[in-house]
């Protein structure tokens, strides 16, 4: 797959900060014009001496009929297309705020390698719900140049109300009065995810996919099987 060329990555913190409040300008909420047919998971793993970034990319083929009332899918609903993956040297160091600087560079040299064209990406990460709104998924949005959710399992930033307990519920991630994203129950009785905007759809859109590819796990499958991929490879490695 293609990407754009945004800029290059050898950068200062300050340039970094300087970036992201220049390319949030450039993120597009717009809603979905299509169900989309293959969605890819992204996920990233440190190497065991955390010198070394793995990102693993899961191609799926959602089912042609897709439930809409938030009830389970069963797995072998979802066609496994391909896989990739790539390794990349530690470059940038972890600073909140700033892990798209740190991760997405090997996400996109995994991206690189696929043969599908995805027609949406869900990855564990932030999308505009980000002090700068512009965390990895909208970060990775703009160089895909693709309809982007981030799905992420923890709050970098805002304040919510928990959700009811029952799957499908959802409460507004807000910074102030801005919505930025929302808590998502994806499993009755179970932590919620934090869903946001990455690129080119709207907050509607990525609740109802990310729902949509729940099954009877916490994660949406993309990205649950893209995190199981980038474990055993770390094993592996």
Request: net charge neutral.
């Amino acid at each position: 797959m293609h990407t754009r060329d945004l800029h290059n990555w050898n950068l200062s913190y300050s340039q970094a900060v300087a970036l992201q409040k220049r390319l949030a300008q450039e993120v597009q909420l717009t809603q979905l014009k299509n169900q989309p047919e293959t969605i890819v998971g992204l996920d990233c793993a440190l190497s065991k001496d955390s010198q070394q970034i793995l990102a693993a990319a899961v191609v799926l083929r959602v089912p042609e009929v897709i439930q809409g009332l938030w009830e389970p899918l069963e797995l072998p609903d979802f066609e496994l297309i391909e896989t990739a993956n790539a390794w990349q040297k530690v470059t940038f160091p972890y600073i909140p705020g700033l892990l798209s600087f740190r991760e997405a560079p090997v996400c996109i040299a995994a991206v690189e390698k696929l043969k599908t064209e995805p027609d949406l990406f869900i990855i564990d990460g932030q999308g505009i719900a980000h002090p700068r709104r512009l965390g990895l998924a909208s970060h990775l949005g703009l160089f895909f140049d693709k309809p982007t959710i981030g799905c992420a399992k923890s709050r970098l930033t805002g304040a919510f109300e928990e959700p009811s307990l029952e799957k499908g519920a959802y409460s507004p991630l807000k910074d102030k009065e801005e919505v930025i994203g929302a808590v998502v129950r994806t499993r009755t009785n179970v932590e919620p995810v934090f869903v946001s905007v990455g690129n080119k759809c709207l907050l509607k859109d990525a609740i109802k996919i990310t729902l949509d590819c729940t099954t009877k796990y916490r994660l949406p499958e993309p990205t649950r099987l893209a995190h199981q991929l980038v474990s055993k490879l770390r094993l592996k490695a």
